[in-house]
């Protein structure tokens, strides 16, 4: 039977070419290097969020700084960047993307530089909000790339590279940062990012192509009261415990403030000419989907990071690199469901049923933090951490491609922004939540235990155990307190890991809401196994 005829210099074992709608939007003389130039822009930028956090108290004493003071290292990076995040679209268009991610590579590695270098803690803060501000936009604009180099069928596998990087790093700063310090000094947790940082502009700057540059205006006004709206909500969210929340003006005046500056950049978003994000975007029912869960993922992965680290440390005596191990199970978790998950995409499974498994197993993990107790030994914080990255992997993949299969090329920096800040704005309130429910209920349950013990077996010490150990009245309250504060802590914990199982069930009727994009979405099995 004679075949069709074929092109000319075609042969019979040359592969058809891909169809037009299955070419990448940008083209690269050297995609997996590039890959591995974007990834480590991401790495580099997620691992700093974390990495400092287990050294702090060395900061605290070089900087002279206070318990109080000290954690705005962390809070200035947080707050900049999401105040940031939403110039990334418009920075882009005007300025070019490949040159937007070269400036950012190199003003991270600059104020990292100096963030080693500082002797005080003004110029640390000023220094780590440069930092933030260039870490905006590397994420959502690595995001970008990832998607925009690779055709259609093979975003399943480059979401899963890229989502490895963002779930994990966070999981691997602290046990980084703790070696570092540990082994070296905590300046080396920004030094290193020196290194990096040259090699990933090297490889950026040789391989990484642009997008079309777009004159469109910049919406000042938009942009003023998001940035009012965030940085001055996320100084409520810090300041709030401190001053007893709405018990104190200065709370209350900057609820007021956030609430007053949202409520304009709304109605200015929807009114406006030219608004910051185009209207369009809110139209798209996954990419709205997508930040909504977004907002669940952030407070799930960052509440939960910033739970396990003092309560493996104060609770349960382990050392800190230690509690950085126990993390650690977690990215595993996370690396192994990413990679099924794509396997599993490419085999035609709906990418909808993968994320509400995702989320049921995550729910599950949480279920099973509640049972946790003083008691036990390392293994429950290793298993549940491996099921809970399981679930948090099954999420990340198919949402991201469910989000973008809707939107068009040109739309994508910006629905990335979107979601990066969504995933960050649901990082700071959950743990703004989850450490003022955790100081209160310890107070709570403080009071409860202790009135189950008999003040009269307290106050006096038998004669002759006394004689024999040395105790007095006074040392044997000291140990029940300590006793009942142990627990009160615990019985904390677990009402935080119930109220985020709680929330993270809620959210399963989400994937309701989205829609399986057209086209081809299938996964490439030998990126995703080999």
Not at 390 to 406: D, S
Not at 425 to 451: C, K, P
Not at 484 to 507: E, H, R
Request: charged share 10%; proline share 6%.
């Amino acid at each position: 039977m004679a075949s069709a005829a074929l092109p000319a210099g075609a042969s019979a074992t040359t592969p058809p070419p891909a169809p037009v709608e299955d070419q990448p939007a940008l083209h690269t003389s050297n995609r997996p290097l590039l890959t591995i130039g974007v990834m480590a822009a991401t790495v580099m930028q997620i691992l700093d969020s974390t990495i400092a956090n287990v050294a702090l108290p060395h900061m605290q004493a070089a900087l002279s700084a206070t318990a109080d003071t000290i954690t705005w290292v962390l809070t200035s990076y947080i707050v900049a960047s999401a105040v940031a995040i939403p110039l990334t679209g418009w920075l882009s268009d005007r300025l070019g993307s490949r040159r937007l991610f070269l400036w950012s590579v190199v003003g991270f590695v600059l104020s990292s530089m100096a963030c080693g270098l500082a002797t005080n803690l003004p110029s640390m803060v000023a220094f780590r909000l440069l930092q933030g501000v260039a870490a905006a936009f590397m994420n959502p604009l690595s995001q970008t790339v990832m998607m925009d180099i690779n055709p259609k069928s093979k975003q399943a596998s480059a979401m899963s590279i890229w989502g490895m990087g963002v779930m994990v790093g966070p999981i691997l700063g602290p046990v980084i940062g703790g070696w570092l310090t540990d082994n070296y000094d905590w300046r080396w947790c920004f030094f290193v990012n020196v290194p990096v940082g040259i090699a990933c502009y090297a490889i950026l700057w040789a391989l990484l192509p642009s997008r079309q540059v777009i004159r469109r205006r910049f919406d000042l006004f938009g942009f003023a009261t998001l940035a009012v709206a965030i940085s001055v909500f996320q100084l409520m969210l810090d300041r709030g415990q401190t001053e007893d929340w709405f018990s104190s003006w200065e709370v209350r005046i900057e609820a007021m403030i956030a609430a007053a500056a949202a409520w304009m950049f709304i109605v200015h978003l929807f009114t406006a000419k030219e608004p910051m994000f185009e209207r369009s975007l809110f139209k798209d029912r996954n990419l709205m989907t997508g930040v909504s869960f977004m907002l669940v993922i952030g407070v799930l992965m960052t509440a939960t990071l910033a739970l396990l680290p003092p309560m493996l440390q104060n609770l349960y005596g382990y050392p800190v690199l230690t509690t950085g191990i126990l993390m650690m199970p977690r990215g595993v978790g996370i690396v192994v469901s990413m990679a099924f998950a794509g396997r599993l995409m490419a085999k035609g499974v709906d990418p909808r049923i993968l994320v509400m498994s995702g989320l049921s197993i995550a729910a599950w993990s949480l279920y099973e933090m509640t049972g946790w107790t003083l008691g036990m030994d390392s293994w429950p914080f290793i298993w549940t951490g491996v099921v809970q990255g399981i679930g948090l992997g099954l999420i990340f993949i198919p949402l991201n491609i469910m989000a973008f299969g809707t939107l068009s090329p040109s739309k994508r920096t910006e629905g990335t922004s979107l979601m990066n800040l969504s995933r960050n704005i649901g990082g700071s309130v959950g743990i703004s939540v989850v450490t003022v429910l955790l100081a209160r209920n310890l107070q709570t349950n403080h009071e409860v235990l202790g009135a189950h013990i008999p003040a009269a077996g307290l106050t006096t010490a038998d004669p002759i155990v006394a004689s024999l150990t040395g105790s007095t009245s006074s040392s044997v309250l000291a140990m029940a307190d300590a006793i009942v504060n142990q627990q009160a802590a615990m019985i904390a914990y677990i009402d935080n890991f119930k109220l985020m199982m709680i929330l993270t069930a809620g959210a399963l009727p989400l994937g309701l809401l989205l829609k399986r994009p057209k086209g081809p979405v299938k996964a490439s099995a030998d990126a995703m196994g080999h």
